[in-house]
């Protein structure tokens, strides 16, 4: 089965080109990072995925956009979920431990097991706290791609969700 994967929480592809770049020819399924990240980057690739498949028989499915960084050992994915708050996610290899929640940035360091590796899609903007706060562990800033999401998808289809939706942690602001 062909199986098309979007991933654009981190907002990258911002011109636009990622649309005339597909590959649509045959694809059954499409696959979507749900997030948390760009509201304009999820609801763009939701929109697309649902409108083609209005026209194709493509069953359209959704997975974290956490889940396209795991992969080797115990890793969690960390992001900023503004406001004071931090997201996380919890993997073991390709099982989520946990699935996204959200902490006080002041309660982080006591929500991440101390075997466990830190990454972030939000360098920029939490890099220099996860490094003061995680030393050694923090692996540093990672981007969700579209192979991380096949890769994942691939190892544990059973997180595949139908329907999918963005996921808001917060009400939007203005």
């Known amino acids: 089965m062909k199986t098309l994967y979007l991933e654009r929480s981190t907002g990258s592809c911002r011109d636009g080109r990622w649309v ?3 590959d649509l020819d045959g694809v059954e399924r499409i696959v979507i990072g749900t997030g948390p990240g760009s509201f304009a980057g999820i609801r763009s690739a939701l929109a697309f995925a649902q409108g083609y498949a209005l026209g194709k028989p493509c069953e359209v499915l959704g997975l974290p956009s956490a889940c396209a960084l795991a ?3 115990r890793l969690a994915v960390i992001g900023d979920a503004r406001q004071g708050k931090i997201w996380i996610a919890l993997f073991s290899g390709f099982e989520m431990e ?9 309660d982080l360091a006591l929500s991440i097991p101390v075997d466990v590796q830190v990454v972030t899609p939000d360098e920029s903007r939490i890099g220099s706290f996860l490094r003061e706060t995680f ?3 923090y692996l540093g800033g ?3 791609t579209a192979e991380g999401l096949r890769r994942f998808a691939e190892a544990n289809p059973a997180i595949l969700k139908p329907e999918p939706l963005p996921i808001y942690l917060n009400p939007a602001v203005r």
């Open 135 to 137: 030393g050694k562990r």
């Open 71 to 73: 992969g080797e050992g």
């Open 20 to 22: 005339d770049e597909l």
């Open 142 to 144: 990672r981007t969700p």
């Open 98 to 106: 946990r699935e996204v929640f959200q902490v006080n940035q002041a």
